[in-house]
C-alpha cells in the first residue's frame, strides 16, 4: 500500500520526525542484540519473557526491514496530515492510545484463543478421543503424530506455552488508528495500493482492510504470522477515541 501525496514537498512535522527517528534508533539498535530484542517485544502475559513495559517498548519494534518501511512509510504519509490538524500533543495521545489498544485487544483476542484451546485440552483429558485431538492439532497448525493419550496432552500443553511465547512487534496498530482517523475526518482522501494504478478513497479502503484483516484473523492460514486483531484493535479504539473526541457517532 502507498499513501497518498498530501504531503510531498511540505516541511516535516516534529512529533512524526521524532517518532521516525526513535523507531529507526530502535531497529538498528535490535540488530546487534537477539537479548534486547526479545526483550522489548510483546509477549503473552502467561509468558516467562512477559514484562509490563513490552505494552509500549513492542511497538517502537520491528521484525525486519520490510516491515519498518511500510509502517514509517504510513506514519509519515497520514502522521503528518493528523499532526498539522492536531498539533503535536494531541497526535501523539493519539498516536500511543491507538498502539497500545491494539496491544490490549490482541491480547485479549490471544487469551479468548487459548481458553478455547485449554478448554479442547480438558475434554480431552476427560475423554480422549481421536476427534478432540484432530480438532486441537489443526486449529493450532500442528501435526497429530502421538497415539498415546498421555503423550498428546504433552503436546498440546507444549503447543500453549508455545504460543505464549510468540512475541509481537510493530506500529501497525497505531497506523490503522491513523488510518482509522483518516476514514473518519477526511473520508474523501485517496490512497494508493502497490500495482493498482487508480487511487481509492480512505471511506473505501478503510472498511476494506479492515474486513480483510478480520477475516484473516479468524481463518488462521497457516504461515500467517501478522497479528490481524491488532490491526482491528488499532482502527476499533482509535474510533472511540475520536467519537469522544469530536462528540459524533461513527454512522454518518
Known amino acids: 500500500?502507498?499513501?497518498?501525496?498530501?504531503?510531498?514537498?511540505?516541511?516535516?512535522?516534529?512529533?512524526?520526525?521524532?517518532?521516525?527517528?526513535?523507531?529507526?534508533?530502535?531497529?538498528?539498535?535490535?540488530?546487534?542484540?537477539?537479548?534486547?530484542?526479545?526483550?522489548?517485544?510483546?509477549?503473552?502475559?502467561?509468558?516467562?519473557?512477559?514484562?509490563?513495559?513490552?505494552?509500549?517498548?513492542?511497538?517502537?519494534?520491528?521484525?525486519?526491514?520490510?516491515?519498518?518501511?511500510?509502517?514509517?512509510?504510513?506514519?509519515?504519509?497520514?502522521?503528518?496530515?493528523?499532526?498539522?490538524?492536531?498539533?503535536?500533543?494531541?497526535?501523539?495521545?493519539y498516536y500511543f492510545i491507538c498502539a497500545i489498544g491494539a496491544a490490549v485487544v490482541h491480547l485479549g483476542m490471544t487469551y479468548w484463543e487459548f481458553s478455547q484451546l485449554e478448554s479442547m485440552m480438558s475434554s480431552y483429558m476427560a475423554d480422549p478421543s481421536t476427534e478432540i485431538a484432530t480438532s486441537f492439532f489443526k486449529r493450532t497448525g500442528y501435526q497429530l503424530n502421538a497415539l498415546d493419550p498421555q503423550t498428546i496432552q504433552l503436546q498440546m500443553i507444549d503447543i500453549i506455552k508455545a504460543r505464549a511465547d510468540v512475541p509481537m512487534v510493530g506500529a501497525s496498530g497505531a497506523l490503522y488508528g491513523l488510518l482509522a482517523a483518516v476514514w473518519f475526518m477526511f473520508p474523501d482522501t485517496a490512497f494508493f495500493i502497490y500495482f493498482i494504478p487508480i487511487p481509492i478513497k480512505a471511506k473505501y479502503l478503510v472498511p476494506f482492510v479492515l474486513v480483510l484483516d478480520m477475516f484473516l484473523g479468524f481463518s488462521r492460514f497457516g504461515g500467517d504470522n501478522v497479528a490481524h486483531f491488532a490491526h482491528i484493535g488499532g482502527a476499533v479504539v482509535g474510533l472511540i477515541v475520536l467519537m469522544i473526541w469530536y462528540k459524533k457517532s461513527i454512522v454518518r
Do not use: C
Not at 516491515?67 to 502522521?79: K, P, Q, V
Not at 503528518?80 to 497526535?91: A, I, N, P, T
Open 1 to 93: 500500500m502507498s499513501f497518498n501525496n498530501y504531503n510531498r514537498g511540505m516541511q516535516i512535522t516534529p512529533v512524526v520526525r521524532d517518532l521516525l527517528i526513535i523507531n529507526v534508533l530502535f531497529f538498528i539498535g535490535t540488530r546487534f542484540s537477539d537479548a534486547v530484542s526479545s526483550m522489548l517485544a510483546l509477549y503473552y502475559p502467561t509468558s516467562e519473557y512477559f514484562r509490563p513495559f513490552q505494552l509500549v517498548t513492542h511497538f517502537f519494534m520491528h521484525a525486519n526491514l520490510m516491515h519498518i518501511a511500510f509502517n514509517m512509510i504510513g506514519l509519515y504519509s497520514i502522521g503528518m496530515m493528523l499532526e498539522m490538524v492536531w498539533g503535536g500533543k494531541r497526535f501523539l495521545t
